[in-house]
């Protein structure tokens, strides 16, 4: 009777290999179904890397889509995360932001994937409940079909369809008012950069929505205003205070056009909007330094 033959060295060596390359393939595209998730660098990362801790003890010969089963992976790993994350929010020191990355080119010209990932809709996919969120994700912006996502989620099809449904009503409630495209966003950024540079409070209130809302994530470590500052006037001064300190320059963020502020040789803010109707109707101030290591350099994100 014939011996069960052990694996060798050079069978381990290739199966390690081939994950490797596999994961490396479809890493960007893992990296933004967990920021999108996340909206926390930090977390992102770690669950890349307990996805690929999973990934390695796979037997790669009983998968079928490899990657199916790295989004399958990282969409659990992301959803035990979520839960995490939210109970550290509660405890956060003032309004929470997600965490801005210095984007690509390319990722512009990928109107979806823009939109999915601006800090505007980041802050929307927040009211989500977790798996409303993954569902959500792995659906709207990635276009994964019930069953994958039914098998990520562990519920079945005909759940995650009304998820999905109910999910995409509460999303259509709360995004920005029309489509709005990065020239928009960057045209009305260069009339606000022009407006707090010189001090015209005048034309800086031309631009802002009655209603406007500014948040400052400062998370205790810089100062920031621990409650929303809200109406053109309260904004208008408070932005006028900007003028002062530190001049603007354009970058593209989390897809769209923003603005940094700098001071000495880092990084101070990163300023991201959300227009409406040709206004300003939210301002984000990333100031939180942990909050600002991925604005040196790009970060490649795909769908």
């Known amino acids: ?13 290739s199966s390690v290999e081939s994950a490797t390359k596999a994961f490396v393939a479809h890493r960007n595209l893992l ?77 512009a010209e990928d109107v979806e994937l823009a939109d999915s990932v601006s800090m505007a809709m980041l802050l929307v996919l927040e009211t989500l409940t977790p798996t409303e969120r993954a569902v959500f994700v792995l659906r709207e912006v990635f276009d994964v079909d ?44 260069q009339a606000f950069q022009q407006a707090v540079r010189t001090g015209d409070l005048r034309h800086l209130l031309d631009l802002l929505a009655p209603d406007v809302v500014l948040l400052g994530d400062g998370g205790g470590v810089v100062q920031a205003a621990l409650a929303p500052v809200v109406g053109a006037d309260q904004v208008a001064r408070v932005l006028g205070r900007v003028a002062a300190s530190a001049a603007l320059e354009p970058a593209q963020v989390n897809g769209y056009p923003a603005l940094i502020l700098r001071l000495g040789d880092g990084i101070d803010t990163v300023i991201a909007v959300r227009l409406d109707d040709g206004l300003i109707t939210g301002l984000y101030a990333v100031r939180n330094p942990e909050k600002l290591s991925r604005m040196e350099r790009e970060t490649a994100l795909r769908r």
């Open 1 to 13: 009777m014939s011996e069960r033959s052990e694996p060798t060295a050079d069978t381990a060596d």
């Open 31 to 107: 990296f933004t179904i967990a920021y999108e998730m996340l909206g926390s660098v930090a977390d992102t990362e770690d669950v890349l890397q307990e996805t690929w801790l999973r990934w390695a003890d796979v037997d790669l010969g009983t998968v079928r889509n490899q990657r199916a089963f790295l989004v399958r992976i990282t969409t659990r790993q992301a959803l035990g995360r979520l839960r995490t994350l939210r109970r550290r929010k509660e405890s956060y020191v003032g309004p929470w932001l997600p965490e801005p990355l210095l984007t690509a080119p390319d990722v």
């Open 146 to 189: 019930y069953d994958e996502i039914a098998e990520a989620v562990d519920k079945s099809p005909a759940a995650v369809r009304q998820i999905a449904h109910r999910a995409r009503s509460h999303v259509a409630a709360r995004r920005p008012r029309g489509a709005v495209s990065a020239a928009e966003t960057r045209d009305a950024l």
